[in-house]
Nanobody, 112 residues
């Protein structure tokens, strides 16, 4: 069955960095566009970033553009999100999404 397992979240101070990972299984990862979405406390889902099947094309929401970088390793069936210059408003549960599935999420908290 399809599984998307996120990891790498945690507590970080403003201005800090984190790298999230999403391990995919149960489908042909290299054939699918993948996304990161997030949900802040008390808010709806917000799209963050998308990457095409081979990593040659990416796009970002205005709120993270220039600070976050999405990438993928198709040999490892893994999606990444490098997050720099983190702000308190980046606090959310981050989910990877692809093949019509979403993972269980990883919590990112940005606080001093």
């Amino acid at each position: 069955q399809v599984q998307l397992v996120e990891s790498g979240g945690g507590l970080v101070q403003p201005g800090g960095s984190l790298r999230l990972s999403c391990a995919a299984s149960g489908f042909t990862f290299r054939d699918y566009m993948m996304s990161w979405v997030r949900q802040a406390p008390g808010k709806g889902l917000e799209w963050v970033s998308i990457i095409n099947h081979d990593g040659s094309s990416t796009n970002y929401s205005d709120s993270v553009k220039g600070r976050f970088t999405v990438s993928r390793d198709n040999a490892k069936n893994t999606l990444y999100l490098r997050m720099n210059s983190l702000k308190p408003e980046d606090t959310a549960v981050y989910y990877c999404h692809g093949a019509d599935y979403r993972g269980q999420g990883t919590q990112v908290t940005v606080s001093s």
